[in-house]
């Protein structure tokens, strides 16, 4: 059994948490992939889903369920996303797949955020994972440097640009001990529009997909 299969047994419990829910909160990425298929059995009862990237819209437009604006929607019961590393604490690093600025919106309007996972994202400590930075693209340098000062190692992913026009910083080399303070830290530099660390807002479920089970941390 492969990492896949993990990812979709975590993706497939999340279901058990949206009985009574009727718009769902939708990240991004393989293991969201299959909570979107997922959602093809309870579509009917949905009114629709509020998504955090252009890839996941398109998914959930192709199985019928609508894509709600936000804005309309207020208020989220429920968000369903991955991440790229997850500790105990539910604090995570996301972005991998370039989504975290609106997976952030997503997140804080959110009353409960459910992390689906599989086992191998779970960290003692954040920073393995490079961390995404999200900039306004006349302020990478700027950045760049400023997160040198911090201890970290930036590389600019050349060639992307995400849902929001922007490009992103990966930060290697951060062994990320208070993911609260870095997280603010990194928001104060003038040109950066989001970090990739979820710590302030954490998620508030922990659903981690291992060979035969999927545990839960809260
Ligand atoms: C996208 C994300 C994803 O949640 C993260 O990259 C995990 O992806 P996957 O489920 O493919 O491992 O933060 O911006």
């Known amino acids: 059994m492969g990492a896949d299969d993990a990812k979709k047994r975590a993706a497939f419990a999340a279901l058990e948490y949206l009985q ?18 997922a959602l093809k059995s309870i579509k009917a009862r949905l009114d629709g889903a509020v998504s955090s990237s252009e890839a996941s819209t398109a998914r959930l437009k192709a199985l019928g369920i609508p894509v709600l ?17 997850a500790n105990r604490r ?3 690093i996301k972005g991998g797949g370039g ?8 997140a804080a ?6 992390c ?22 006349m302020a990478r340098s700027y950045v760049a440097r400023e997160l040198v000062k911090l201890g970290g190692r930036p590389d600019w992913r050349q060639g992307y640009v995400t849902d929001n026009g922007n490009q992103i910083l990966d930060v290697h080399g951060l062994r990320i001990l208070d993911p609260p303070a870095l ?26 997909g ?4 999927v545990e839960k941390i809260v």
């Open 20 to 37: 009574d829910v009727r718009i769902v909160g939708v990240g991004t990425g393989s293991t969201v992939n299959h909570f979107i298929d």
């Open 69 to 85: 604006d936000l804005n309309a929607a207020g208020e989220l019961p429920v968000y369903v996303d991955g991440a790229d590393e």
């Open 90 to 92: 539910l604090q995570l």
């Open 99 to 106: 989504a975290l600025t609106r997976e952030k919106i997503v």
């Open 109 to 114: 309007v959110s009353k409960s955020f459910i």
């Open 116 to 137: 689906i996972v599989d086992q191998t994202k779970l960290v003692e400590i954040l920073g393995g994972f490079p961390l995404p930075v999200e900039v306004i693209p």
């Open 183 to 208: 997280e603010q830290e990194i928001n104060q530099i003038t040109g950066v529009v989001c970090v990739g660390i979820f710590a302030r807002r954490a998620a508030d479920l922990l659903l981690v």
């Open 210 to 213: 291992h060979e035969d089970r």
